[in-house]
């Protein structure tokens, strides 16, 4: 099959959330998995919309993706043989044909498990960009309840062993299915695989464990950071499970354009008007850098459009933090509404032989008389 947009392949839009994602992977995967799908060619379309998730789920392998496409991985790395790194369990399909998945569930569930990864976007000014700074953002995290620390519970007296699994987070079940009768061992649905049941929830979470809570972070903008580049601040991102740490927070940048500046990677583009006058005969002019104005010389006989460098003048590299250079263009800036005296000096100068270039000027003649 030709390969198709991800966002195309989950029906979801490009600025679908994390929990979007989800719900259309959820709902394609058990569409099309090969043992229960009656769709022409599911087997291809299973590893399609596996592959499309892989990438959507996980916020670096996105942002690469909405920046470069398909050519962000060169259509290669992807795990489409197995379930590998994905936020819910291959149990949650097979139950709804099955009643269950062989138990992996309830191992998921009781693990130390990472918490999930959170990215936010960051603008900042040229100048923030090319020095550096620090900047504060707000984000909403989910941290561990501090009333019950993470039981869900009102006390400790209110959990209890699960009447329904004994304390095992699974059960056997028994169900009639299109492959016969089966036995499988899948989660406790009464205690969700933790094997504990809870009497009385905390007040604060309502036996959720955790609550949402607003923070301002730190974040410090390194130096030479450009628009679609994003730095992991460890640990700053959602509450992990059952002991696991904390996931990540991913900073997206956008720097705002420059009125002068025009960057192209590390170096930075100016373009510096003159007057006839200084073109013609030469001069040492200001030219503003990011660093600073400095002087440069202008030859006499600069033709408009003429470039100069200024080596070490332009951004500095985020990982080698050696600077770029600055281009500078000339423009020629020819005047307007002349004084008496002015133009009477242009028109003395008009009566001298300012066409040094013959040739070019006879090939201009050539080209309208041949």
Do not use: W
Not at 186 to 207: F, V, Y
């Amino acid at each position: 099959m030709s390969k198709r947009d991800y966002y195309d392949v989950l029906g979801i839009s490009k600025d679908a959330s994390d929990t979007e994602i989800k719900k259309a992977y959820r709902k394609l995967a058990k569409k099309y998995h090969p043992d229960v799908s009656t769709e022409e060619n599911s087997e291809a379309k299973f590893k399609e919309v596996q592959e499309a998730y892989e990438v959507l789920s996980d916020s670096q392998k996105r942002s690469k993706y909405d920046q470069f496409g398909h050519q962000a991985n060169n259509g290669a790395g992807f795990d489409t043989s197995g379930f590998g790194g994905f936020d819910f369990d291959m149990n949650d399909i097979f139950s709804s044909f099955f009643g269950g998945g062989g138990g992996g569930r309830s191992r998921r569930s009781s693990r130390p498990r990472k918490g999930q990864d959170i990215q936010r976007k960051m603008r900042v000014s040229f100048k923030e960009a090319v020095f550096g700074a620090k900047k504060k953002i707000r984000v909403t995290v989910h941290e561990e309840c501090p009333s019950c620390h993470g039981t869900g519970a009102h006390s400790k007296k209110d959990v209890k062993t699960c009447t329904k699994c004994k304390g095992q987070g699974q059960v056997i079940m028994e169900q009639q299915t299109i492959l016969g009768r089966t036995r499988t061992q899948t989660t406790c649905p009464k205690c969700g695989g933790t094997g504990k049941e809870i009497t009385r929830k905390c007040d604060t979470c309502h036996g959720d464990g955790v609550i949402s809570k607003e923070k301002d972070i730190e974040v410090k903008v390194p130096a030479g950071i450009d628009s679609g580049q994003q730095i992991r601040l460890e640990g700053y991102g959602n509450k992990g499970y059952n002991g696991g740490p904390a996931g990540d927070l991913y900073i997206l940048f956008d720097v705002k354009a420059h009125d002068i500046f025009k960057r192209h990677g590390d170096d930075v583009v100016v373009e510096v008007p003159v007057t006839i006058s200084q073109a013609a005969l030469g001069d040492k002019i200001e030219v503003p850098t990011p660093h600073g104005d400095v002087k440069l010389k202008v030859p006499a006989g600069t033709q408009s459009g003429s470039k100069f460098r200024l080596r070490d003048k332009g951004i500095p590299n985020v990982r080698t933090k050696r600077n770029g250079d600055e281009h500078v263009i000339i423009k020629v800036v020819t005047p307007k509404n002349l004084t008496k005296k002015q133009r009477e000096l242009f028109e003395k100068l008009d009566q001298t032989n300012l066409q040094n270039d013959d040739s070019f000027f006879d090939k201009v003649k050539n080209a309208f008389t041949s």
